[in-house]
């Protein structure tokens, strides 16, 4: 009776049913584990499977990991430790942590890199989140230089007189740009060149004897570990994105040679495998430079690294225009836009977008394949737990060592790969 009187209007309700609790199944952890754990039988099956699996690694390292030793100058008092348990011999790690970290680097300095290191964190801030403030893009601009000066030494007017050659390529392209766009940026790029390649180390000799302003200069043999490993991947990264921009847009171009050059280098490059360019690098390079020419090991394997990232961004970078609807090509050209424009406001930053996942991925990969210089002598993490296995005192240690560097090299990759999700859904637009 009492809902008969609820409604005025036969099968329209107008008031409202009190709100019940929803059922204990649709909420909370039982809920989820339904959905995600025990939602058909094939994933019921699995997840037995996988439980059992987490089960015997847990109960086969669990017992090896809870008998750790740290303190121990040996394996061999290890064992003696240890007794005949099995147990990790993490003493290694203790012993040898600031090899595996900065390798041969001159232990005075130590406070060099890791200012270096805290620095890099300061300047990638304000690119990589919006709410860190623009007007720290400006140390962003002057830290690689600044970095340089930290990490290898010697006279801070050679860093100076490099960052003068931005300078001056700058003030040609203002001054060529009355020309063209193309003719301003070709002006800009062949300035700076010329500004390092002959004047800025004869500048930067006179004024170190003018007024000498220098820290201990370190070789580059004196660096390894994953102070190495940083430098080629963050460098590497940096610097091939834009590279890889250029060249896809290169590929994409209607002027026949700038489409040539790019297509040539970016085939070229994605069908020859690093380690053949890294051997290029340490050993064929040489033999194509001025005699008597003294070109960093370091630095040419950063070049070679930085070129064979910027050829798959680029394809990666392609991959986004090919999935912009044609429409946004038409758009452009309705609104007058001119070629450069239009990528900047419109192409560019949307292909970027449908990008992202693929360009992490390439970091990725990138930053994994520093280990690979160990096979031209440079010693990264890899080659020093090499050179420690071969001491006596460490002789036999295998686990301790490769599980370390790999628990280093997961939770670099892993904050890219964060970045990467956490990026995509900054910049999701559609909303579904």
């Known amino acids: 009776m009492s809902d008969t009187h609820s409604q005025t209007v036969a099968y329209v309700r107008d008031s409202m049913l009190p709100e019940k609790s ?4 649709q909420v909370g952890a039982i809920r989820w584990l339904r959905e995600n754990l025990l939602s058909g039988p094939l994933n019921i099956i699995l997840t037995i499977l996988s439980i059992l699996i987490v089960y015997v690694l ?5 017992p090896w990991l809870l008998h750790s030793i740290w303190n121990a100058g040996s394996l061999s008092e290890c064992r003696e430790i240890l007794n005949g348990e099995s147990g990790a011999c993490f003493g290694v790690i203790k012993d040898r942590w600031h090899q595996l970290i900065f390798g041969f680097y001159p232990p005075e300095i130590y406070w060099r890199p890791v200012l270096t290191f805290v620095l890099m964190l300061v300047a990638i801030a304000p690119i990589l989140f919006a709410g860190v403030p623009r007007k720290m893009l400006w140390f962003s601009a002057i830290f690689p230089a ?18 003068l050659g931005f300078v001056v390529g700058y003030v040609a392209f203002v001054l060529l740009r009355r020309v063209s766009d193309l003719f301003a940026v070709i002006g800009a790029v062949v300035a700076t060149v010329l500004w390092w390649v002959f004047l800025s180390g004869p500048l930067s000799s ?46 994409q171009s209607d002027m026949p040679l700038v489409k040539w050059i790019s297509v040539g280098f970016i085939e070229f490059i994605r069908g020859v495998p690093l380690i053949t360019l890294l051997f290029t690098a340490s050993l064929l390079l040489n033999y194509f430079l001025p005699p008597g020419t003294n070109f960093d090991i370091l630095l040419r394997v950063i070049i070679m690294v930085t070129l064979f990232s910027a050829a798959y961004i680029a394809e990666v970078v392609r991959g986004g225009f090919a999935a912009l609807p044609r429409g946004q090509y038409e758009a452009a050209d309705a609104l007058g836009l001119d070629y450069w424009k239009a990528q900047r406001l419109i192409l560019l930053p949307q ?12 970091f990725i990969g990138l930053f994994k394949d520093t280990t690979l210089v160990v096979f031209i002598g440079i010693l990264d993490p890899i080659g020093l737990s090499s050179a420690i296995r071969a001491d006596s005192n460490w002789n036999g240690i295998v686990w301790e060592l490769y599980g370390f ?13 964060r970045y990467s999700q956490y990026l995509e859904g900054k910049l999701k637009t559609d909303h579904r």
């Open 206 to 251: 006179e004024l170190a004897q003018i007024l000498p302003l220098k820290i201990q200069h370190v070789k580059s043999h004196e660096l390894g570990g994953f102070t190495v490993s940083i430098i080629i991947g963050v460098t590497g990264i940096v610097m091939s994105l834009p590279l890889g921009i250029l060249l896809c847009l290169g590929r």
């Open 146 to 163: 600044l970095a340089f000066w930290l990490i290898w030494g010697g006279t801070i007017w050679f860093t100076i007189c490099v960052l």
């Open 22 to 25: 929803p059922p204990s199944n």
């Open 351 to 362: 292909a970027l977008k449908i990008s992202i996942p693929g360009i992490v991925n390439t």
């Open 405 to 417: 560097i790999a628990l280093c090299f997961f939770i670099f990759c892993f904050s890219m790969s």
């Open 58 to 62: 847990v109960r086969a390292i669990g």
